[in-house]
């Protein structure tokens, strides 16, 4: 009996342990183990660029169901669900992480359009991949209108408080880390931010109309460190080929910076735009070669373009270009998540969308590895050296030529 007595204690105990390590083992900030798609540079590729992935995934009940208050996540068919599990949003997101990974890699192919098997030059590495299921905010409110329903995810995120917890200053210094991916479900911030020693914020910010940034906060966002970093927000709502949309805007403000619009970086987008768009010249994020307005990703005329063969003297051949020479699909070869709430979640291809694949073709024509490219008897360097070993360049060097 007393045994018996010695022995329902014993449990009782063990069942209170277990609830305490439970309320105990809850965080708001979880560190996952890095998936190998991610963790992995693309063979091949001889510049690696260290990446750390945040996943803001706010939840009301700590960690079990995603809050749908305040932009619902639908599901292929408009619909939500008000109770996902947060096991089905997480994998939208590595879904959409993967593929963004792979298309910056196919991007850095230097004209690969015309020669699959080139090796890429850049490798990405997640080395840290940390999921936020609350986020610190700053207390002054921006915008009483940004991008929500819920006013209370229209405020910033406080990136300083942040960024302590998650130990960014060393990853940045000491593990060369050039690269935050935000991937949100909500949140006001830029779409992309860069935080610099040297340079201070080139970057992609607010430009709706009506709307004026904040000079408290625009340049004082993000910590600064002994090294560049850029964080790029990945709207989740949206899908992969939005983000490297966004991408291409960044790499537009830092080419614009190093010698200006009107000299090299001026002569690769082009200077004009005729009745069939931009004979010669590549275009840019928002105008492909046969674009006469914005947002012409799907445009099927054709302009006789020299983009596949550009010179900077413009000298280049020119062919005829439409949508078909960048909507093409492009294998993704990592193993993706299935999901039941969102079919695209395990699609493996990329590039076969028009924005998507305007945006790895526009990637692809940037002068990369071994371009060869001469203006005035002088070699063009390999721009994507420039855009990522950015404090060398912009205190060094600030050309485009070697």
Known sequence: MIRYFYLILILSFLSCEKDDLEEIQWSPIQFVDVDPALSTPAQGSEKQINVVVINYIPTKDKGETLDQYTFPFRSDDGSYDPNLPIGEYKKWILGET?????????????????????????????????NIYEIPKIERQLSQSRFAVDSTEAYYPDYHKLFQDLDMEDLVNNHDVKEIWFNRKSLSVPESNMSSPYSGDISNGYYEQGYTWNSEYENNDLPVYGKTYVVYSHWLHNSHDYTLHVRGHQIERQLDVLEGGDFLWGKFKGFSVGPDGRERGCGTVHYPVNATSDYQYNNDHHVLSDIEDWEPDGSGERTLVNSSNWVREINVPYNLPTSYYKSETSRDVIGNDPQGGWMIYWFQS?????????????????????????????????????
Request: hydrophobic share 30%; aromatic share 16%.
């Open 366 to 402: 940037i002068p990369g590895e071994d371009n060869n490219l001469q203006y005035n008897g002088l070699n063009l360097k390999n721009w994507w050296d420039t855009i990522y070993d950015w404090d060398y360049h912009y205190t060094q060097s600030k050309r485009l030529l070697e």
């Open 98 to 130: 993967i593929r963004v990974k792979a298309g910056i890699e196919e991007g850095s192919k230097f004209r690969g359009y015309n020669n699959p098997s080139t090796k890429p030059y850049i490798g990405i590495k997640v080395i840290r991949y940390i």
